[in-house]
């Protein structure tokens, strides 16, 4: 059975978007709901931010 998942090619392709935010703090909590499966390239220290609120929640 074919991966319904996959690009012409066989390749999974993995969709993109450009989410406008307003500031750092509500990004930050948009993108944690979104969970793990997320990559946040943009802004620059977005990325870091999510990484310490990762790292703090996976502490506790």
Not at 13 to 27: F, G, I, T
Not at 30 to 42: H, K, M, N, R, T
């Amino acid at each position: 059975m074919p991966d319904r998942g996959a690009g012409p090619c066989g390749f999974r392709v993995r969709p993109s978007a450009v989410l406008p935010v307003e500031s750092l703090d509500q990004a930050e909590g948009a993108f944690l709901a979104l969970g793990s499966d997320i990559e946040v390239p943009a802004p620059d220290a977005l990325p870091a931010r999510l990484g310490a609120m990762v790292r703090e929640l996976a502490r506790r």
